[in-house]
C-alpha cells in the first residue's frame, strides 16, 4: 500500500485544496517545505499528496542526513501518475475538473481493440500531470483485475509479443 506521495505543481495550495477536495479531506501546508501543501483524505491509512512547487527535487543526502530538497527547473511535464480512489461519483469529478479547466475525461484500460480490463478518470492536474482518479465502483473493478492470477494469465498472453518502444 501507498500511503503518500509528492507531486509538483505551479500553484501548490490550489492543486491540494483540489485534491482534497476529491479525496474529500483537507488541504493542510507541508511544514519542511515552505510553499508546499499536503491533500489528506482522513482515511485509517493516512493516505496523503504532498504537492510541491514546480521546480523542487528531493536531492540524495549526505551520509546520515534526511533527505533534502533541491531545485531545478520544471519539465513540460512528467513520466509519472497515480492512481486515486475517492468517494465521489464519476459526475462529481468531471464537475470540479472542468471547474478546474483540467482536462478530465473518463477512459477503460486494457489492450487497445478489447474490452477493458478497468476504467479511470483521467484528471490532468495543471493540465501537466495525469492523476487517474476512480469511484468506489471503478476501484472494485480494478481491484477485481490486478489479483495475482489474473496479473500471471495478463502476463502469459503477453509474453510473446514485441516490447515497446519510445520515439
Not at 512547487?53 to 519539465?75: C, H, M, R, S, Y
Not at 477503460?108 to 492523476?131: A, Q, S, T, Y
Not at 477485481?144 to 520515439?167: G, I, K, N, S
Amino acid at each position: 500500500m501507498i500511503h503518500h506521495v509528492s507531486i509538483p505543481a505551479r500553484e501548490p495550495r490550489h492543486v491540494a485544496e483540489v485534491l482534497a477536495e476529491l479525496m474529500g479531506g483537507k488541504c493542510y501546508p507541508f511544514g519542511p517545505l515552505a510553499g508546499a501543501f499536503m491533500a489528506t483524505s482522513g482515511d485509517a491509512h493516512g493516505s496523503m499528496i504532498e504537492v510541491y512547487p514546480e521546480g523542487v527535487t528531493l536531492d540524495i543526502p549526505k551520509d546520515g542526513d534526511q533527505v533534502v530538497f533541491g531545485e531545478t527547473p520544471a519539465p513540460r511535464s512528467w513520466p509519472f501518475h497515480l492512481l486515486l480512489s475517492v468517494p465521489l461519483a464519476q459526475e462529481e469529478i468531471e464537475r470540479i475538473g472542468a471547474r478546474e479547466g483540467w482536462r478530465t475525461k473518463l477512459f477503460g484500460r486494457g489492450i487497445p481493440g478489447e474490452k477493458p480490463f478497468f476504467h479511470v478518470i483521467e484528471v490532468w492536474i495543471e493540465n501537466r500531470l495525469m492523476v487517474e482518479v476512480v469511484t468506489a465502483s471503478m476501484a472494485r473493478e480494478y481491484e477485481e483485475c490486478l489479483t495475482a492470477a489474473r496479473l500471471d494469465a495478463m502476463t502469459a498472453r503477453f509474453q510473446h509479443r514485441a516490447p515497446a518502444t519510445v520515439d
